[in-house]
C-alpha cells in the first residue's frame, strides 16, 4: 500500500513544491536497488529510497540568481534545467527494534515518489516490524507515508516520536497567518497523519534522548522545531541530517543559501552551518533524507561551506 501513486493531486496538495506539477514526468521503471545498509557500531542501519521529486531551478533559492544555482549544480555534474530532489528514509535496527527516522512520500506527493514499501520489502524490511517512528520535522515529504490515503496507519505497532516545538507550532492554528505561505498546508496535514497514532505519539524535547542509542540535536529553521538525529552505539556514531541542508551538492557548498523549503531562512542557515561544522570536524558519517541515494558519507569543510563525500563502500 506504499506504492499506491495518487494520481490528480493538484498543486496545493504538494503545496511545498511549488513548479513542480508542470515539471513532472512519467516515473522510469526502477533500476537497480533501492536499499544500501551498513554498521554504526552493532547497529544496521539501511537507507531505503522513496524516490525523488523534480522541479525548476527557477525559485529553488530564494537569495540567489538562478544562474549562480545553475553554475553551483554544474560543478556537482548534476543537470542544469532541472532539480532532482531525492527522498531516502534511514532505517536501524538496534537488535532490540526496528527505527525508522521519517516515513517516506506514501505515493501522495508526486508520481516519481512512493517506492519506499516496494524498496523495504525488497530490503526485508516489514512494515508492522517498525517499533519506533523518528519525525524530525513534519513537512509533507517526511510524514505522509505515515497514513495511506484513506488514512489508515501504515506502520500499525509503531510508536511516532515527534519535536515538542515542531509539533506544537503545527498543532496550533493560530500559527498559520505567521507561516510562510507554502507552509500552511501543513497545519491539516498533520492533524491527518498523525490520527490514526493517538495514543502512541511521543513529543520529545529539543535534546533528548529519544530511545537508547538516539539523541535529538535542535536545529531548527527549517523548520520550528526541525531537528537532526545522532545514532550511536558504543564507540561509533552517525548524524541523520534531516532537511540540514537539501541536496548538499548545493546548500552544503552554499550553506547561505535560503531554499523555498526553509520556514526562517536566517535560522534555517545558521542550523545548517553549526551542524555541518559539527559533523566535519568530528569526521563523522552521515546521511540525509534529500542527500543522493544511497546517502552514506561524510561532510568536509570547503572553500566558503562544505561539501559531501560519499562513503566507501564493500559488499
Ligand atoms: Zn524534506
Known amino acids: 500500500m506504499l506504492t499506491r501513486r495518487q494520481a490528480g493531486l493538484g498543486t496545493a ?9 508542470a515539471a513532472q514526468t ?10 544500501h545498509r551498513f554498521k554504526v557500531g552493532s547497529f544496521t542501519v539501511t537507507v531505503v529510497n522513496d524516490g525523488f521529486a523534480r522541479r525548476g531551478i527557477e525559485g529553488l533559492v530564494l537569495n540567489a540568481p538562478p544562474d549562480a544555482v545553475r553554475a553551483v549544480l554544474a560543478e556537482s555534474f548534476l543537470p542544469t534545467d532541472h532539480y532532482i530532489g531525492p527522498y531516502n528514509v534511514t532505517f536501524v535496527d538496534t537488535g532490540r527494534q526496528l527505527v525508522m527516522i521519517d516515513a517516506g512520500t506514501g505515493g501522495q506527493l508526486t508520481p516519481t515518489a512512493g517506492r519506499l514499501g516496494a524498496n523495504m520489502a525488497a530490503a526485508g524490511l516489514d512494515p508492522a516490524r517498525v517499533g519506533l517512528i523518528i519525525i524530525t520535522h513534519c513537512h509533507q515529504d517526511h510524514i505522509h507515508g ?3 490515503a484513506e488514512g489508515a496507519a501504515v506502520f500499525p505497532n509503531a510508536e511516532v516520536a515527534v519535536c ?3 509539533h506544537a507550532w503545527w498543532a496550533d492554528a493560530s500559527n498559520e497567518t ?6 500552511r498546508v501543513n497545519f491539516a496535514n498533520v492533524a491527518r497523519r498523525f490520527a490514526p497514532y493517538q495514543g502512541r505519539i511521543r513529543r520529545y524535547a529539543p535534546e533528548a534522548e529519544i530511545a537508547p542509542g538516539f539523541r535529538a540535536i535542535a536545529a531548527h529553521g527549517h523548520s520550528p522545531g526541525h531537528t537532526v538525529v545522532q545514532v550511536a552505539d558504543g564507540n561509533d556514531q552517525m548524524l541523520m541530517l534531516a532537511d540540514i541542508t537539501h541536496r548538499p551538492e548545493l546548500f552544503a557548498r552554499r550553506p547561505d543559501y535560503v531554499s523555498l ?11 545548517r552551518r553549526r551542524i555541518l561544522d559539527r559533523a566535519a570536524a568530528d569526521r563523522v558519517r552521515v546521511t540525509g533524507y534529500h542527500f543522493p541515494f544511497p546517502s552514506n558519507g561524510f561532510i568536509t569543510r570547503e572553500g566558503e561551506g562544505f561539501r559531501f563525500i560519499p562513503a566507501d563502500w564493500n559488499a
Not at 13 to 21: E, H, K, S, T
Not at 26 to 35: D, M, R, S
Not at 178 to 183: A, H, I, K, T, W
Open 26 to 35: 512519467a516515473p522510469a521503471a526502477p533500476t537497480g536497488t533501492g536499499f
Open 261 to 271: 523549503f526553509d520556514f526562517d531562512g536566517a535560522a534555517a542557515a545558521a542550523s
Open 146 to 148: 505515515l497514513t495511506t
Open 178 to 183: 505567521r507561516s510562510p505561505q507554502g507552509q
Open 13 to 21: 496538495a504538494i503545496g511545498l513544491l511549488p513548479g513542480l506539477a
Open 164 to 166: 515538542e516545538t515542531e
